[in-house]
């Protein structure tokens, strides 16, 4: 069964640190440009951060810009989501989605194949 399948999501502080991961299983993730997305309660889903195939190609959307990292270990089949200094903003269902493609447009995927069901992140005093 070809799926992503994200994990490392929890309940931090403001201003702490989480590491997502999404791993892919059924296929390899070294053809796929690989893009994180979140989804906050009654809001639209948002694109958060893109990574090319060769991840040296990466890519923010201004709100994470300078918090988020996202790196990728093909060997690994895993992409990661480094966030730290989370803000009460940030609380949201993270997905991570592929698309096989060699780089993301801008912060996101021009198309998906396909998508994780989500790692819920909860920032709380």
């Known amino acids: 069964q070809l799926q992503l399948v994200e994990s490392g999501g929890g309940e931090v502080q403001p201003g702490g640190s989480l590491r997502l991961s999404c791993a892919a299983s059924?296929?390899?993730?070294?053809?796929?440009?690989i893009g994180w997305y979140r989804q906050a309660p009654g809001k639209e889903r948002e694109g958060v951060s893109c990574?090319?195939?060769?991840?040296?190609?990466?890519n923010y959307a201004d709100s994470v810009k300078g918090r988020f990292t996202i790196s990728r270990d093909n060997a690994k089949n895993t992409v990661y989501l480094q966030m730290n200094g989370l803000k009460p903003e940030d609380p949201a269902v993270y997905y991570c989605?592929?698309?096989?493609?060699?780089?993301?447009?801008?912060?996101?995927?021009?198309?998906?194949?396909?998508w994780g069901k989500g790692t819920l992140v909860t920032v709380s005093s």
């Open positions: 989605a592929a698309e096989s493609a060699p780089v993301c447009l801008d912060y996101v995927l021009r198309g998906v194949d396909y």
């Open positions: 059924g296929f390899t993730l070294d053809y796929y440009a």
């Open positions: 990574i090319g195939v060769s991840g040296g190609s990466t």
